[in-house]
């Protein structure tokens, strides 16, 4: 492997055990959240109190520029007649992280604050309430542009032992979209889209163990 392809592998690695302990963190704050020890009622469909926003919003707010540096890294290390795929990961993890990160930046350091004051009179339109508000659909178009972004980068994961499974994980990740994409209207995709909680960390820790040893050679 060159010296580049090992840079690229590295960078990857602590890129990809970054949106592993981002991603479960998410996964156990929502958890809490919706058992209503974060100060909300309680369930998927309520609105999320300023301290609910801080442990919920604080790693996801991470994982958009962790995500973003590891479809970087599988560009880098994906072969020219797989660039296509790689660069249109990168692409959708770049949309992802834009979207998302501006809402999660707004919410924790404009909302949460004003919630925690009880002034939310004239900011009824910034306020990140399930099913009912813009934000919240601008967060699941994020979403869905990251399950695209998984999809993409399946095709150009690098060969090496456990490259079938990590390739596996991210088309699973990946086939979640419509869950995500189309929950406004039908909020009972939520739970196909909660499964994302288990894929997406599988995904991420499978292409840790990859690229943590030497990538010989790419994927045919």
Known sequence: MEQ???AAARTGFWAAVACVLLSLA????????????LGS????NSASTARGLLWLLTPSLLLGPAFVLLMAALHCLAPPSRRV??????????LYAALTGL?????????????ASGDTADIALLLFVPYKSFLFAIDLLGYSFMCLS?????????????AGAARTAMV????????LAFQMAWPGLIGGGAL??????????????????PVSAPAP
């Open 4 to 6: 580049d392809d090992r």
């Open 26 to 37: 998410y996964v156990c704050a929502q958890l809490l959240e919706w058992t209503g020890l």
């Open 41 to 44: 009622a309680g369930g998927p």
């Open 85 to 94: 795929f790689s660069l249109a990961a990168l692409a959708f993890a770049i």
């Open 103 to 115: 809402v999660y930046f707004v919410q924790l350091s404009f909302v949460a604050p004003r919630l």
């Open 150 to 162: 998984c999809l993409w980068s399946a095709f150009a994961v690098p060969a090496g032992n456990g």
């Open 172 to 179: 699973a990740t990946g086939l979640l979209t419509p869950c």
């Open 196 to 213: 994302w909680g288990l894929t997406f960390p599988v995904a991420m820790l499978l292409l840790a163990r990859l690229l943590r040893r």
